[in-house]
């Protein structure tokens, strides 16, 4: 009998569970050796610069996928608890920068009022955030447009809940084709081209973390910009900011 015939093969999540960890290695040594390379001088600043700008954002893509995979598994009895949206906002910021002054994108944090926290799972809402903020700086970048570039992370009161989100200056981006991004996501290379001109993977794994909680990304304006954002609930313990 041949073996395949009684033996189950590897399912389609397992093995891109295993090329996802395998990736991280070698994106850990290309950050490192360009790190290295700056301190010795073998390699251009700004050379190296841009090698562990877009290997360290590759690496947080990868990671942020892992842990998306690790929450979807894990939905049905997944645990959420009380988390700052105020805080995770600065601290995605603070991880955001580097990559954000690469691409010549001022970064801001908006927090429009002051309420409790919301219920959420904290790594999952900062790796969503995160995710989002990498690909909407990038999609920003290659924006044609006149004046200073600028993202914002911001976080608001609605009657549905608290809404946290990244804005820019998006003039293609609808909630129309929004929608049909996410019907073209892993069927097309490039699914969202109106936006962005790669796969936009940092918007999708975002959805599928955010999706984990019960919440999703949906097209959202604030304060005159446009971008993507998901509604949470407010937590009914303590309030913190």
């Known amino acids: 009998m041949d073996v395949s015939d009684s033996t189950e093969g590897v399912r389609a999540d397992s093995l891109l569970l295993s090329v996802a960890e395998h990736l991280k290695v070698p994106l850990t040594t290309i950050a490192r050796q360009a790190e290295l390379g700056q301190l010795t001088g073998q390699v251009e600043l700004t050379d190296a610069a841009a ?3 877009q290997a360290n954002a590759a690496l947080t893509l990868v990671d942020s996928y892992l ?5 979807m598994n894990r939905h049905a009895d997944l645990q959420l608890e009380p988390v700052s949206v105020s805080s995770t906002l600065n601290d ?15 970064l801001e944090v908006e927090v429009g009022g002051r309420f409790g926290p919301v219920m959420s799972h904290p790594q999952g809402l900062r790796a969503a955030l995160l995710s989002l903020g990498f690909a909407l700086v990038e999609a920003q970048a290659a924006q044609d447009m006149r004046g200073p570039r ?3 992370l911001a976080t ?3 009657p549905l809940g608290i809404v946290a989100g990244v804005y ?3 003039e293609a ?5 929004w929608r049909a991004a996410l019907g073209l996501a892993g069927k097309a290379r490039q699914p969202i081209t109106s936006l962005m001109p790669g796969s936009g993977a940092g918007l999708f794994v975002a959805d599928a973390i955010l999706r984990s909680m019960d919440t999703r990304l949906r097209v959202g304006r604030y304060l005159k910009q446009s ?11 303590l309030a913190f900011v």
């Open 51 to 53: 090698i562990r700008v």
């Open 173 to 177: 981006l609808s909630a129309e084709r």
């Open 168 to 170: 820019g200056h998006y």
């Open 67 to 71: 842990l998306g995979l690790e929450l």
């Open 156 to 158: 608001h009161r609605t």
């Open 227 to 237: 971008g993507l954002a998901a509604t949470l609930q407010p937590s009914r313990q």
């Open 150 to 152: 600028r993202v914002t």
């Open 92 to 106: 995605a910021a603070h991880d955001l920068e580097r990559f954000a002054n690469y691409y010549q994108v001022q």
